[in-house]
């Protein structure tokens, strides 16, 4: 018999699901800046041009970087709206949290910019909600 979710859990999952919508978004704003060494000017690179610029050059582990950070929060959508009764959703918005900050700030380094900061931010709260999506199973009642 399946497990039907009580109103808590939809709402968080719901919540999640929005972040990672957001996080998208933020996947085209500017994540690191690129100083040219001919004009001497920053030039900012968002995560898809990241991707295609290190695949231009030949650094293709640069670009499997890319393409994971890419990858975590659309996969995470589509992960938090079709599980809707399991607990996979919930381990995976924890797990995959923690790498993308840490694949973010390894592949970054110190010029960060505005998307890859709103990006790390907007992670701490998928990590919250899905913490709390894993005790809000098993504490909260059926309602």
Sequence with gaps: ??????KTENKLRIACCALYIAQVFFLTETYSYVVDKATNKAAGMSCFSLIYKSIDVGSFDLAIYGIIMAIIPIAGFFVFCF???RNIKNVYGVLTSVIAVFLILSTIGGYIGFGAMI???LYLPI??????????R??????
């Design 138 to 143: 098993n504490l909260i009642p059926q309602e």
């Design 1 to 6: 018999m399946a497990r039907v979710p009580n």
């Design 127 to 136: 990590v919250f909600l899905s913490v709390l999506g894993m005790f809000a």
């Design 119 to 121: 990006t790390i931010v």
């Design 83 to 85: 599980d809707k009764s």
